[in-house]
């Protein structure tokens, strides 16, 4: 059997008598964590128990943590050990890990009783002063809905100014910058209630803001005056929606994500093109397009029930958020230097354990041979396989040059062809391992080579074609003579 009781809201007095007494019982206790202030209470009066804080340091998302709370409870109970398993607050109240808990014991078959205390929630409605039956909308912050509710909101488990930032984000897209909103602290708990009223805008600056922490935001009689922007992407959803619609677009409807993925490259290449052409009104139009093809592929995906546009905003967001502490939360940093170290360390602890097994995991299978070739090596790198020195490099590219040569002089044939191919790729992907070294990339030079090459060849053209010559009635003298010609004009 496990009985769960609530540790209420932090105040001694928030804890009901009949949890009391069950904590009190000397059967063996297990806290969700230790870090509640009636925890260190009930601590003096010599009620102590184990604690699962430990869970939260070997996750990587809270998921993992209460499932795995909850596993280690069942396997307790299985045992037969009469389990007492105390959470903040009031067990029934946003307490993902009794919901769970209450579910896998359906599932084997074994008791579960619910003892309540009085919840933070009660406290919050006490310290504000305010009566949730005249409309209130309780939200976790750890799972904002994409549309604001439309009354009074009070925002729970602000547990960091990283989590804080994270709500200021989302309420700036409903309200202006400097809404007035209310952050509790501790609410009931003496010498430990904090309250608050500050500007939206200034919501994540707060240093006191802790796992105890609630925002509340008055019912608003205006919506939509922040400082999103003048153009969402509800129209061109709503659009695409339509193509894909029975009554739409035949071509559009028969789209899925493999028949879809050519015309993504081709966008990106394009938007490249309008960058290097220094052009805005084009980069805008390509943009443009890119952005039609995200919106494409959502449109499959929430057709699905995948995904919709709203949890690809919403995760890109957090995304951004969470991999920028030292804009977001408390995390100092010198430079860009310790900018990257950071942001790499965030990638990694965002992948599941197990999910890569080699250091060279992660490359997209289909980006271009020479940048795959420099994400490769800088991946190599960055576990030690490299260069000590750039002297290392360049030796390395002359003992390929060496044998492609070689490879050039055997006789003609099969195994020319091959060896050719072999030592031919060798060199790219030294010269792609220079670049890298060189802090240049490689797709960049080889395509500002190509431009410059077009560029020079066609002024050529146009000189021979003024002349009344072709090309090909020139000697290879005369064009490289053209050629130096076309390299001084520019």
Not at 116 to 132: C, E, K, M, N, R
Request: aromatic share 8%; proline share 4%; net charge negative.
């Amino acid at each position: 059997m496990i009985t769960i009781v609530g540790l209420g809201y932090g105040a001694p007095e928030a804890l009901s008598l009949g949890a009391y007494r069950v904590l009190t019982a000397g059967q063996d206790i297990y806290f969700r964590t230790h870090h509640h202030p009636t925890v260190a209470w009930l601590k003096d009066q010599g009620v102590t128990g184990e604690s699962f804080d430990d869970f939260y340091e070997d996750n990587l998302d809270f998921e993992s943590v209460y499932n795995q709370i909850v596993q280690e409870l069942c396997s307790l109970a299985v045992a037969g050990q009469q389990v007492v398993y105390a959470v903040p607050g009031d067990p029934w109240v946003a307490e993902e890990t009794v919901r769970l808990l209450i579910a896998e014991a359906k599932k084997r078959g074994f008791t579960v009783s619910v003892i309540s205390s009085l919840s933070g929630l009660d406290a919050v409605f006490a310290t504000l002063q305010i009566d949730p039956t005249d409309g209130l909308t309780v939200l976790d912050a750890l799972a904002l809905p994409s549309d604001y509710p439309g009354q009074a909101l009070l925002i729970t488990q602000v547990y960091s100014r990283l989590v804080a930032s994270q709500v200021k984000l989302w309420l700036l897209e409903f309200f202006p910058a400097e809404t007035v909103v209310t952050v509790v602290r501790a609410a009931g708990v003496p010498d430990q209630e904090r309250v608050e009223r500050l500007a939206l805008e200034d919501l994540d600056r707060l240093d006191w803001i802790d796992h105890l922490t609630s925002v509340y935001l008055p019912a608003q009689d205006r919506v939509g005056a922040g400082s999103g922007c003048d153009y969402p992407l509800d129209p061109i959803i709503e659009v695409m929606q339509e193509l894909r619609s029975e009554h739409g677009c035949p071509w559009d409807r028969e789209q899925t994500h493999e028949s879809l993925k050519p015309y993504m490259l081709e966008e990106c290449y394009e938007v490249w093109d309008a960058i290097d052409e220094g052009n805005p009104a084009k980069l805008c139009d390509e943009l443009g397009d890119l952005l039609l093809q995200v919106v494409f592929h959502a449109q499959i995906a929430a057709e699905n029930d995948d995904f919709d546009a709203n949890d690809v905003v919403q995760a890109i967001t957090a995304k951004l958020v969470r991999r920028h502490p030292h804009v977001f939360s408390d995390t100092k940093v010198r430079g860009v230097g310790d900018v990257m170290v950071n942001w790499e360390s965030i990638k990694k602890a965002e992948k599941l354990t197990g999910e890569r097994t080699s250091a060279l995991d992660g490359i997209p299978r289909h980006l271009a041979g020479l940048a795959k070739a420099q994400k490769i090596q800088a991946k190599a790198a960055k576990v030690g396989f490299t260069w000590p020195d750039l002297s290392g490099v360049i030796d390395k590219l002359v003992e390929e040059l060496g044998e492609l040569k070689e490879a050039l002089a055997l006789p003609s044939g099969v195994h020319r062809r091959e060896r050719v191919e072999e030592e031919l790729g060798d060199v790219l992907f030294a010269l792609a391992n220079l670049a890298r070294y060189t802090d240049t990339e490689a797709e960049v030079a080889i395509n500002g080579t190509i431009n410059r090459f077009d560029r020079r060849f066609r002024w050529i053209e146009q000189q021979l074609a003024e002349r009344g010559k072709q090309m090909k009635e020139l000697s290879l003298q005369e064009l490289l003579a053209w050629w130096a010609k076309a390299k001084s004009e520019e």
